[in-house]
């Protein structure tokens, strides 16, 4: 009887799932992109003749606890940094001009992602239109 107890313990234990340490775990796959002019296609941050200075140029979003920089900028692209999906970023590039970034996911199951789950970009779109995959990269066409 008390093998028995004890099987039927062990199996019941096993059985309740046990809870993950989601502490700082990123919940989207970032996203890198490009801004470029709409009918010339050069890059207005890293041409010979910039229109932006890429220290002035940003994404932000509106969620409350994210305030600042969500996005940073390595040279030649600009990449995204949140830990959540967020379905819009404003695109900041001077005090005066700001742009919309509408973005859809795909989802995958994740436990310590609800109530989605783990969230990888599938449409971008930079003030209304489509943005353009090259790559890794998005390009955003002002």
């Given at each position: 009887m008390k093998l028995i107890f004890f099987y039927l313990s062990?199996?019941?234990i096993n059985a309740i799932p046990t809870c993950n340490d989601c502490t700082g775990r990123v919940c989207t796959?970032?996203?890198s992109f490009r801004l470029v002019d709409k009918i010339t296609k050069q890059?207005?941050?890293?041409?010979g003749t910039p229109v932006y200075r890429a220290d002035s140029v940003y994404l932000t979003t509106h969620l409350p606890g994210y305030?600042?920089?969500m996005s940073h900028f390595d040279g030649t692209a600009f990449s995204s940094r949140?830990?959540?999906?967020?379905?819009?970023?404003?695109?900041?590039v001077s005090s005066?001009?700001?742009d919309t970034v509408?973005?859809?996911y795909n989802y995958k199951n994740d436990d310590c992602?609800?109530?989605?789950?783990?969230g990888t970009p599938s449409t971008i779109k930079f003030n209304g239109s489509v943005a353009q995959k090259v790559g890794n990269i998005y390009i955003f066409e002002k």
């Open positions: 062990f199996v019941l796959d970032g996203f890059d207005l941050i890293t041409s305030p600042g920089f949140l830990l959540i999906p967020v379905d819009t970023f404003f695109l900041r005066t001009d700001i509408l973005i859809r992602c609800a109530p989605n789950g783990f």
